[in-house]
């Protein structure tokens, strides 16, 4: 019997980019007040704004927002980093989703989830088919990188640079974007 304590896993292993870098949003270049112009939507109501001498895009309402953005990933190999950053206990919940196609339908579907919840006891972190990856205390105005890697058809899952989850992936269509 082998004991939780003596396992060797991976979980430390830290997050590496990739070789070549397919999109890229810098909202220092959009204007308090504005909306991203290089998404192909917004939902939800959301601005630019000035925080810690960052310009951030932020919710203005208390309902879901996101964006969209239509861009051919292929089924494995890819990876997306992006960085959130919590400003009250109660921050508008965020959902990162990774579409892929409906061939049925020919519309997007959402083939894997993040869902990122701000509350006053922590911020939780699940991912759609695992349930809850990491529950953070005090997080209130940290910020928090996350980067998703798909590679060998398993999706990894860092935060702050280190890995936290581990789980198969294997689209049936290509990656088309995400929301």
Same mark, same amino acid.
């Given at each position: #019997?082998?004991?939780?304590?003596?396992?060797?896993?991976?979980? +430390? &292993?830290?997050?590496?980019?990739?070789?070549?870098?397919?999109?890229?949003? %810098?909202?220092?270049?959009?204007?308090?007040?504005?909306? !991203?112009?290089?998404?192909?939507?917004?939902?939800? #109501?959301?601005?630019?704004?000035?925080?810690?001498?960052? &310009?951030?895009?932020?919710?203005?309402?208390?309902?879901?927002?996101?964006?969209?953005?239509?861009?051919?990933?292929?089924?494995?190999?890819?990876?997306?980093?992006?960085?959130?950053?919590?400003?009250?206990?109660?921050?508008?919940?965020?959902?990162?989703?990774?579409?892929?196609?409906?061939?049925?339908?020919?519309?997007? +579907?959402?083939?894997?989830?993040?869902?990122?919840?701000?509350?006053? #006891?922590?911020? =939780?972190?699940?991912?759609?088919?695992?349930?809850?990856?990491?529950?953070? !205390?005090?997080?209130?105005?940290?910020?928090? =990188?996350?980067?998703?890697?798909?590679?060998? =058809?398993?999706?990894?899952?860092?935060?702050?640079? +280190?890995? &936290?989850?581990?789980?198969?992936?294997?689209?049936?269509? %290509? &990656?088309?974007?995400?929301?």
């Amino acid at each position: #019997m082998i004991f939780g304590g003596a396992l060797v896993t991976g979980q +430390k &292993i830290k997050f590496t980019p990739g070789d070549k870098v397919l999109f890229s949003e %810098d909202f220092s270049k959009c204007s308090v007040g504005e909306i !991203p112009s290089s998404f192909d939507k917004i939902k939800g #109501m959301g601005e630019c704004v000035k925080y810690k001498n960052k &310009i951030w895009f932020a919710p203005t309402s208390a309902s879901k927002f996101g964006f969209l953005k239509k861009i051919n990933l292929g089924k494995d190999d890819f990876s997306i980093e992006f960085t959130l950053f919590t400003n009250n206990y109660r921050d508008v919940p965020y959902d990162f989703n990774i579409l892929s196609i409906n061939p049925a339908k020919k519309e997007p +579907k959402v083939e894997k989830a993040l869902h990122f919840a701000f509350e006053p #006891m922590g911020c =939780h972190i699940s991912l759609s088919g695992a349930g809850e990856l990491r529950n953070t !205390p005090a997080c209130h105005k940290k910020k928090f =990188h996350i980067a998703i890697q798909a590679r060998r =058809h398993l999706l990894r899952i860092y935060l702050n640079g +280190k890995r &936290i989850a581990s789980t198969p992936f294997t689209p049936k269509t %290509d &990656i088309i974007g995400f929301e």
